[in-house]
């Protein structure tokens, strides 16, 4: 080909290809952060927080433990775990093969072992709580190990499940929160997030199956609140009701700042970027 010919083509072929980048670039910026983008997922925390802990500072969590008389012992840390669940035995096993010299929470094992299933404190009580709290006070493995559980049992498994079933953000964040109070399966005297999402799935279908995604939300919520107010510890629907629905109302399926919502009465706010 000769040159004064090769000259324009060869223009015109670096302009296809930075219009084509431009295109991938904008195409890249234009799709939604999923749940597990960091941004996203501090805003996720903060919500739990406000819901669980009346805060939206989530790290002063790690040395939260009270008996809350929701039937479940003790409820600890950034999401809640119980020792009746077994969640929190889960924990500390994990924080005593990170540290296994000088744990401060070894000793309790046996008791949280056998404290599994009910609201006993037997073997536990004021050297846990302090226990508790001295560590997460004290020793960076010990918060890595409620991060650790708090992704492996509660997080990550909700996140899949809601990207599998078609779901943006606040989708994510809905399963989210409900597997964080309802846990993943039923237990004694609950319904767990298996049954929520089972009934939900009935009456809509999700948008993996061609279903509306605010509608199916929705159907979602009404299974998740009917489940809370046959606990009498968790009764109260605001989480649901001046929370989530609020976001779903708004359409931020997205779950993009700034984002307004009560709990329990308290109105917290997430200012934008």
Known sequence: MPYALRRPLLALLL?????????????????????????????????????????????????????IGDGRGYTAGVIGFCTGCGDLLKVVERYVAARPDGNVL?????????????DSHDGLGPGFTRAWQRAADDDPAFRKAQDDERDRDYFDPAVDTAKADGLGALGQFIYYDAYVMHG??????STGFRTIREQALKKAESPAKGGDEAA???????????????EPAHADTSRVDTAQRVFLDAGNLDLEPPLKWKVYGDTYRIAGS
């Open 106 to 118: 070894g000793p309790f094992l046996p008791a949280l072992r056998a404290v599994r299933g009910g």
């Open 15 to 67: 302009a296809l290809a930075t219009l084509c980048t431009a295109c991938t670039a904008a195409a890249r910026e234009d799709t939604p952060a999923a749940l597990d983008d960091p941004a996203k997922k501090e805003i996720a925390m903060r919500l739990v927080s406000s819901a669980e802990n009346a805060s939206l500072d989530w790290k002063a969590q790690y040395r939260y433990i009270e008996d």
């Open 216 to 230: 199916y939300l929705d159907t979602f919520l009404d299974a998740r609140a009917a489940a809370m107010r046959r």
């Open 184 to 189: 993943s399966g039923d237990a004694r005297g």
